[in-house]
Each structure stands twice: as C-alpha cells, then as structure tokens.
C-alpha cells in the first residue's frame, strides 16, 4: 500500500512507515492511502480483537513485517484493556454503546495510542533511520495524557504535550501534569485548542526548525490524529463491534449497521469511513457535534465556516473549530488533491470554504449528522441512566442525543462511548441532580455512590501523584520548544 499527500497535485508516494514516521506530509497535507484493502468479512469472524486488529492494519501497513504485527496488536490489546477491548454493551432495544474507554487513560485514543509507538519505532527500523524522534502533540485533553502513557520510557523518543491553559477537566489535567517518563514534557497555553493545533501544525510547516533539528540528530513527528499510525487502528472496532451484533442474532452478516460518533478532529467517525470502503456493511456515519458545530453546518450545506464563537463546552474533546482529518474524508470524496489544496488554502486565507455540488451529495451518501449543547447533553445523561441503567460521560451524551433523532426502524445504532464518565465526574454528576462537590475527586467519589459503579483506579489516585509540569506559554512558544528549549 503506498501512501499520498491529500495536497500533492503530481503524488509522489510513499510507503505506510514513511506516512508515520513523519506524520504530515512536507505540503501541509495528510498521508492517505491510495486504495482501500477489501476486508474478508465473513472470513473475520470470530477474531479476538488482537487477532482482527492484525488482519485490519496488515491491508494498510504492507511493509510492517507480519511477525510484528502480530506481537504489537496481542501486545497492545490484551491486558491494558483488561479484557474489554471493543466492549459492545446493550443500552436499550436497537441501541448499543461501543465502550471504547476501558484503556489505561479511561478515554477511546488508547486504542491508537498505545499502538502507535510502537508503529513508529518500527517504521524507523523500516527505513533504517536512527535520529531521535520529538513528538509534539496539541490537544484538547485526551489525547495528551494517551499520548504520554504510549510514548514514556521509549527509547529514541522525546514527545511534549500542549494543551490550552484552563481548556480542559480537572482530571484531565492531572493525567497529564503528573505523567511519570524522563523523555516527557507537557505545557499550558494561553488559548485553545486550535490556538495549540494551530502553533504545532506551523512548527511542522517549518522548514527552518526541521533543518537545524536535521542537523543535531532530531526529527518532528505528530502523534495527533493527523497521523495515519492514529487513525488506521480505530478502523478495528468498526468491524469488532458488528462481528459482536452478528454473533449475538443482531444481524445476519451483510445487513447495515449505523454508527454515531462525537466527534471534534473527525479522527474517529473518519476510521468508519475508512471501515465502510473496506466492505463493512456500515449504513450512516452521524457526525455528533456540541455546541461548536461546525460540521453539522458542513455536512448540511458544503460549506465549512470556521468563523464563529468559540464555545468552551462540558465536552472539551470535541471543543474544535477546524476538523484536521475532515481534508482526508475531502480527498477521498472528490478524488482530487487540487481541489483539496485549494479548499485548505481557502480556509486558512478567509476562515470558510464551499464544497462542489458533486462532492456534497457524496458526502450526505454517508454521512448524516446534528448536535446538541451542554443542556441537551445533560438531559440525555439523565435520561439513559434513569431509563436505561446506563452511564455515560459528556461527550457519549452528545452522540446519544444525535442518536435518538436519526434512529431508523430495524437497523441497529452503535454510539461510540468515548470516555469514562469518571473523567467528567462534576459534569456528569450535576446532569443527575443533586450537589456538586467543588474538586473533580470529591464529585467522582459521589457519582460511585449515587450510581453503584466503580471508578477507574488510575483516575482516583491521581490527587496522590505530584505534579510535574506547571509551565504556561505562548503558542508562539511551541517553536522553541520544538527547538529544544526548556522554556
Ligand atoms: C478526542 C475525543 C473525541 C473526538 O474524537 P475525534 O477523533 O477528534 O473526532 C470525542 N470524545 C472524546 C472523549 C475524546 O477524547
């Protein structure tokens, strides 16, 4: 499988451990593959989540050696899930929950997380690079702390983590603050989170800064979602969780499934994307958004219009104005980098750009979409607990509103649940009624007591843990910090 950029007019191609080993491609694209590797669907029945996730990312990382695919998915898959990697569990008739946070960090972007890594120092044994590799990552809170826990102690590797000062849960930020790992850095910004994705994504596009790292043996890589090591592993539990309705009388093998994702960078739904052109029998992707919906005005129209309030939600992962991975969906639906480029440039130039006709309607084939704000989203906490016994966390709240709405009769809908309520517990605690504790561990101890369920373990002793990281900079900053400086 050869890999291009979603910007290159003339594709040079380059193989999947180069689309990893450098992230984003030197135009300011994204790595794509070229084709889509056809699934065996009835062939992969029956897998253990390892066993399928290696069938999956042989199609795409063609030359990863077979031995080590097979090592790093049982590897990756099987304890640090405790047993419940693709957890499909029954919310009510017809609707499902993909409990996606039974990782190490409690959120969905373990499962890429934790693999990455290990993808990537491979793809320098791949291609026969030794440099160190420093990582910098933007995030909204996620994705920081996944990113640590997958890259601390590794050899080679230095990664630091941006994340908007005052932008995210308190737990959240204690995930990250109080990271173990020598080879670790995590900064504050002063902004958000496009503010953060925004500052990285220029160092990347730096070429100054790639040349005087060059020289001191040091390379850039990105562990956000722009990643291809990121996104092909979320494409596994697409095809998981239909094997799982398959097996249970659900479905028979070949009916539609839909699934619907709260989404922000478009990372997560897109992986869907990539499962449906495999083959799996996917109906409709829903994009779910919060109040910083952006893309359900997208999806509606063709028109992508970043310029707008920037809300601060009780869903921050998906507190996002400009979906990265949305320029590879853009790609793959008009089949044209030119076009691609020209939208990209659009947006960045004037904040907004508008679809082709042909390209829109190719996009609602797939796609359905809406959104639902903090109130709506409390609501919907509420409701499935009350109704239904099930407790889900903010952003999972979203995508069951959205859900309920675009439900069709005899199809099964699938939320992907991407975070343990218990990372949000004030918020989730406050949709159940009742007071709220000021800190997030007096309000987690409370939301056990008034629901009967456990907390995460590695949640509840990170007020126990010291903080290490307290520095608050510029986006500006990130340059130097990509430079090395201890700023
Ligand atoms: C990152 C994240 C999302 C959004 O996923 P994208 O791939 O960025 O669309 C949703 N929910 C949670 C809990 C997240 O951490």
């Not at 160092?203 to 020289?215: I, M, N």
């Not at 494409?235 to 249970?248: K, M, W």
């Not at 239904?388 to 699938?414: I, N, Q």
Request: glycine share 10%; aromatic share 10%; proline share 5%.
């Amino acid at each position: 499988m050869q890999y291009q950029s979603t910007r290159n007019t003339s594709p040079v191609t380059t193989s999947s451990s180069e689309a990893i080993a450098r992230g984003i491609s030197p135009d300011g694209g994204l790595f794509v593959p070229q084709s889509f590797p056809k699934a065996d669907l009835a062939g992969w029945q029956g897998l253990s989540y390892p066993a399928l996730a290696e069938k999956v990312l042989a199609g795409y990382l063609t030359d990863y050696p077979a031995e080590f695919l097979k090592a790093a998915t049982e590897a990756t898959y099987g304890a640090a899930f405790g047993g419940k990697a693709g957890h499909l569990q029954p919310v009510r008739a017809g609707l499902y929950a993909l409990e996606l946070w039974h990782g190490p960090t409690c959120a969905f972007k373990d499962y890429a997380l934790q693999l990455m890594p290990k993808l990537l120092v491979q793809a320098k044994k791949n291609l026969g690079r030794t440099e160190t590799t420093r990582i910098l990552v933007a995030t909204s809170g996620d994705t920081g702390k996944a990113a640590l826990a997958g890259y601390a102690g590794l050899a080679g590797v230095e990664i630091a983590v941006f994340y908007p000062n005052a932008g995210t849960s308190e737990i959240q930020r204690l995930q990250m603050v109080t990271q173990p790992g020598e080879n670790v850095a995590v900064y504050a910004v002063n902004g958000n989170f496009d503010d953060a994705q925004t500052g990285v994504k220029r160092v990347f596009g730096d070429a100054a800064v790639a040349e005087e790292l060059k020289g001191r043996g040091y390379c850039l890589s990105s562990a956000n979602s722009i990643n291809w090591g990121r996104l092909a592993p979320q494409i596994v539990y697409y095809f998981y969780a239909y094997y799982r309705l398959v097996e249970s009388g659900v479905l028979a093998l070949g009916e539609p499934v839909d699934f619907c994702v709260p989404t922000g960078n478009f990372g997560d739904i897109l992986a869907g994307y990539y499962a449906k052109q495999m083959g799996l029998p996917v109906g409709k992707l829903l994009c779910a958004s919060n109040k910083n919906n952006v893309l359900t005005d997208f999806i509606k129209t063709g028109t992508y219009d970043a310029r707008r309030e920037f809300y601060k939600t009780e869903s921050p992962s998906m507190d996002i104005l400009i979906s990265s991975n949305l320029e590879r969906l853009l790609f793959h639906l008009s089949g044209s980098a030119e076009a691609v480029a020209g939208w990209m440039k659009e947006l960045a130039t004037t904040g907004r750009y508008t679809v082709d006709a042909t390209t829109l309607a190719k996009l609602q084939e797939s796609f359905g979409c809406g959104c639902a704000d903090d109130a709506a989203g409390s609501a919907e906490i509420r409701a499935r607990f009350e109704q239904d016994h099930y407790l889900c966390d903010t952003h999972t709240a979203v995508a069951f509103r959205v859900a309920e709405d675009a439900r069709r009769a005899g199809v099964p809908m699938v939320v992907l649940s991407t975070a343990s309520p218990f990372k949000f517990p004030r918020a989730v605690l406050a949709a159940l009624g009742g007071p709220v504790p000021e800190s997030d561990f007096a309000a987690m101890a409370a939301l056990c007591e008034k629901t009967g369920e456990k907390a995460p373990a590695s949640l509840k002793i990170l007020d126990t843990l010291p903080v290490r990281f307290t520095k608050v900079i510029a986006p500006e900053d990130i340059r130097a910090v990509a430079l090395g400086a201890d700023i």
